[in-house]
């Protein structure tokens, strides 16, 4: 069987799906549009002129012709799952499907956040959506993201934090940021918190916020932390921090990397409690003013997910049922 996966995958993470599919002995590829891009200064003052006397951007006509000339080389598949179909023209999308006897898409955001056109939709063979508004409302077929990192028991760690967390700026995140570095402080828990964005950002968001110790850490930075580093910050802290974007109704990876590595989670997502794996003991849903916030949360060891709901959330178990190899 031959599948390919085209994505963006700025993160790294359609890289495990690749993968995965690999090491079940399917001959899969992965067409990653990402790192096309201008090679040189002249292709990058061209495309900013043509954006803005022609509104056309030659890198996404770039990147759209990548993928049609790796098909080309690749030739037919017998499935296509194509991420981010937003960012694809319909005729692109039309000339994908050529290609392969089953068009597949997974939206791991909203349509309200990232709208895609009725047209496009159509095209697909089968559409999943990680968003439980968008699945009632057009019959996309529910479907989660899903754990890549391997499993590591809480006991093999030795976390000195209380609470981590790492989020690209957000003026919804970052408001309710500050409540909740109040609350931490009160209970005298460690928690280092790292906001990612722009350079004009940064010191604004330095006024926004309230002096913390220096034992404490809240980290304002314009570098983006490396997506293989990120377990290291995982694992030197008990609980994860996880706050929605506006708009969305599902769960983030931060999840599925928590329970990968055993931590409990902190989070302003009230859905997760319609899950198979929701805990209390693991996992705390904040209300609107973090009073339910408390110290016993941290103290309490956390409770293992049965082996059977654990696997189902695995990586293993995503491609089966994504690719219908089950």
Same mark, same amino acid.
């Given at each position: 069987?031959?599948?390919?996966?085209?994505?963006?995958?700025?993160?790294?993470?359609?890289?495990?799906?690749?993968?995965?599919?690999?090491?079940?002995?399917?001959?899969?590829?992965?067409?990653?549009?990402?790192?096309?891009?201008?090679?040189?200064?002249?292709?990058?003052?061209?495309?900013?002129?043509?954006?803005?006397?022609?509104?056309?951007?030659?890198?996404?006509?770039?990147?759209?012709?990548?993928?049609?000339?790796?098909?080309?080389?690749?030739?037919?598949?017998?499935?296509?799952?194509?991420?981010?179909?937003?960012?694809?023209?319909?005729?692109?999308?039309?000339?994908?499907?050529?290609?392969?006897?089953?068009?597949?898409?997974?939206?791991?955001?909203?349509?309200?956040?990232?709208?895609?056109?009725?047209?496009?939709?159509?095209?697909?063979?089968?559409?999943?959506?990680? !968003?439980? =508004?968008?699945? @009632?409302?057009?019959? #996309?077929?529910?479907?989660? /993201?899903?754990?890549? %990192? $391997?499993?590591?028991? &809480?006991?093999?760690?030795?976390?000195?934090?209380?609470?981590?967390?790492?989020?690209?700026?957000?003026?919804?995140?970052?408001?309710?940021?500050?409540?909740?570095?109040?609350?931490?402080?009160?209970?005298?828990?460690?928690?280092?918190?790292?906001?990612?964005?722009?350079?004009?950002?940064?010191?604004?968001?330095?006024?926004?916020?309230?002096?913390?110790?220096?034992?404490?850490?809240?980290?304002?930075?314009?570098?983006?932390?490396?997506?293989?580093?990120?377990?290291?910050?995982?694992?030197?802290?008990?609980?994860?921090?996880?706050?929605?974007?506006?708009?969305?109704?599902?769960?983030?990876?931060?999840?599925?990397?928590?329970?990968?590595?055993?931590?409990?989670?902190?989070? !302003?997502? =009230?859905?997760? @409690?319609?899950?198979? #794996?929701?805990?209390?003991? /693991?996992?705390?849903? %904040? $209300?609107?003013?973090? &009073?339910?916030?408390?110290?016993?949360?941290?103290?309490?060891?956390?409770?293992?997910?049965?082996?059977?709901?654990?696997?189902?959330?695995?990586?293993?178990?995503?491609?089966?049922?994504?690719?219908?190899?089950?």
């Amino acid at each position: 069987m031959k599948i390919c996966v085209i994505s963006y995958d700025f993160w790294g993470y359609d890289k495990h799906i690749v993968d995965t599919l690999c090491k079940k002995g399917i001959d899969a590829h992965h067409i990653k549009i990402g790192n096309v891009t201008h090679s040189n200064f002249q292709e990058r003052a061209t495309n900013a002129i043509s954006k803005v006397f022609l509104n056309k951007n030659l890198k996404t006509e770039k990147r759209q012709q990548f993928v049609i000339d790796s098909l080309a080389a690749l030739g037919p598949q017998d499935q296509i799952l194509v991420l981010n179909p937003d960012t694809f023209d319909i005729s692109t999308l039309q000339e994908i499907k050529a290609y392969s006897k089953r068009l597949i898409t997974y939206l791991y955001d909203s349509l309200e956040r990232l709208p895609v056109e009725i047209e496009k939709l159509k095209l697909f063979d089968k559409i999943f959506s990680f !968003d439980i =508004i968008d699945v @009632k409302k057009h019959a #996309f077929e529910k479907l989660t /993201n899903y754990i890549y %990192l $391997d499993h590591h028991s &809480s006991e093999e760690q030795n976390p000195e934090m209380d609470l981590f967390y790492i989020t690209s700026y957000d003026n919804k995140r970052v408001s309710f940021i500050k409540l909740l570095t109040k609350k931490l402080i009160a209970l005298n828990l460690k928690f280092q918190i790292m906001i990612i964005g722009k350079k004009s950002w940064k010191n604004q968001l330095k006024n926004l916020f309230i002096t913390v110790p220096e034992s404490l850490s809240i980290i304002f930075s314009i570098k983006k932390i490396s997506h293989q580093d990120l377990p290291g910050y995982y694992k030197n802290s008990k609980a994860l921090l996880d706050l929605t974007r506006e708009n969305q109704h599902g769960l983030s990876f931060r999840v599925f990397e928590a329970m990968a590595l055993e931590k409990k989670i902190i989070t !302003d997502n =009230i859905a997760i @409690k319609d899950y198979d #794996f929701y805990n209390p003991n /693991n996992i705390l849903v %904040l $209300d609107e003013t973090c &009073s339910n916030l408390n110290t016993q949360f941290f103290e309490q060891p956390y409770e293992k997910i049965p082996d059977n709901i654990y696997y189902f959330y695995t990586i293993d178990s995503w491609v089966d049922r994504v690719f219908k190899l089950a």
